[in-house]
T-cell receptor, first 113, second 113 residues
Framework: ETGVTQTPRHLVMGMTNKKSLKCEQHLGHNAMYWYKQSAKKPLELMFV???????ENNSVPSRFSPECPNSSHLFLHLHTLQPEDSALYLC????????????FGPGTRLTVT | GDSVTQMEGPVTLSEEAFLTINCTYT??????LFWYVQYPGEGLQLLLKATKADDKGSNKGFEATYRKETTSFHLEKGSVQVSDSAVYFC????????????FGKGTRLHILP
C-alpha cells in the first residue's frame, strides 16, 4: 500500500460521542499535518507534527486532540463536537517540515448531528 | 503576510477548450509555487510545482510558469477533458517563514462533453 491513507472515510457522530480519525503514510516522511476543509471556506491548517513532535497548533479548540505515536501514524481524537465541526478532515505528509510539497490522504467526511 | 489569490469559480468550459486559471501571490522572499487538484470525493493531489523564477511546471498536459515580475503562476491547458473537472488550488511555501503551505481558496472547474 502506498501514499497516505485515512480511516474511516465517512463518520457520523453525535455531539456527546468520542471518536478518532486515523491517518497512515507509507512514504517515509517525517512531517504530518491535519487540515479542515469546510464548504466555501479556505483550507484550514489545524496541526503540524515534525518527527512526532507537535510544532504547530493553529488555535484549534480542545475538543480536537491530535496524537502522533510514530512518524507513520497520526490520529485526531474527537469529543463533544459541535455541528459546525462537520467538514472534510484531510491528513497530509511531507518529507520534512519546510517548503516541501505535501501529499494528502482522501479525507474523512465528518458529520456531527 | 504571504497570500495567494486565485480566480473565483466555477469555471465552465466545453471539452477541448483552452483553460487558464489565474493565480497571483504575495510573498516577502522567494517562495516555491504549487498547483494542487482535488477530484470529487478525494483529497488534494500535487499537480505541478516550480521552485524558482521562470521555472515551468508541467504534468498531465497542464503547465504553469513562475513569473516573479508579475507575481503570478497561472495554470493552463491547451485542450481540457471531462475528466479534468475538479477543484484546483494554487499554493505557495517559503523556506524559513512558518514552513507551511498557504493555499488559495480553490477554483472549481466544470468541463461539459
Amino acid at each position: 500500500e502506498t501514499g497516505v491513507t485515512q480511516t474511516p472515510r465517512h463518520l457520523v457522530m453525535g455531539m456527546t460521542n468520542k471518536k478518532s480519525l486515523k491517518c497512515e503514510q507509507h512514504l517515509g516522511h517525517n512531517a504530518m499535518y491535519w487540515y479542515k476543509q469546510s464548504a466555501k471556506k479556505p483550507l484550514e491548517l489545524m496541526f503540524v507534527y515534525s518527527l512526532e513532535e507537535r510544532v504547530e497548533n493553529n488555535s484549534v479548540p480542545s475538543r480536537f486532540s491530535p496524537e502522533c505515536p510514530n512518524s507513520s501514524h497520526l490520529f485526531l481524537h474527537l469529543h463533544t463536537l459541535q455541528p459546525e465541526d462537520s467538514a472534510l478532515y484531510l491528513c497530509a505528509s511531507s518529507q520534512a517540515r519546510g517548503a516541501y510539497e505535501q501529499y494528502f490522504g482522501p479525507g474523512t467526511r465528518l458529520t456531527v448531528t | 503576510g504571504d497570500s495567494v489569490t486565485q480566480m473565483e469559480g466555477p469555471v465552465t468550459l466545453s471539452e477541448e477548450a483552452f483553460l487558464t486559471i489565474n493565480c497571483t501571490y504575495t510573498a516577502t522572499g522567494y517562495p516555491s509555487l504549487f498547483w494542487y487538484v482535488q477530484y470529487p470525493g478525494e483529497g488534494l493531489q500535487l499537480l505541478l510545482k516550480a521552485t524558482k523564477a521562470d521555472d515551468k511546471g508541467s504534468n498531465k498536459g497542464f503547465e504553469a510558469t513562475y513569473r516573479k515580475e508579475t507575481t503570478s503562476f497561472h495554470l493552463e491547458k491547451g485542450s481540457v477533458q471531462v475528466s479534468d473537472s475538479a477543484v484546483y488550488f494554487c499554493a505557495l511555501s517559503e523556506w524559513n517563514r512558518d514552513d507551511k503551505i498557504i493555499f488559495g481558496k480553490g477554483t472549481r472547474l466544470h468541463i461539459l462533453p
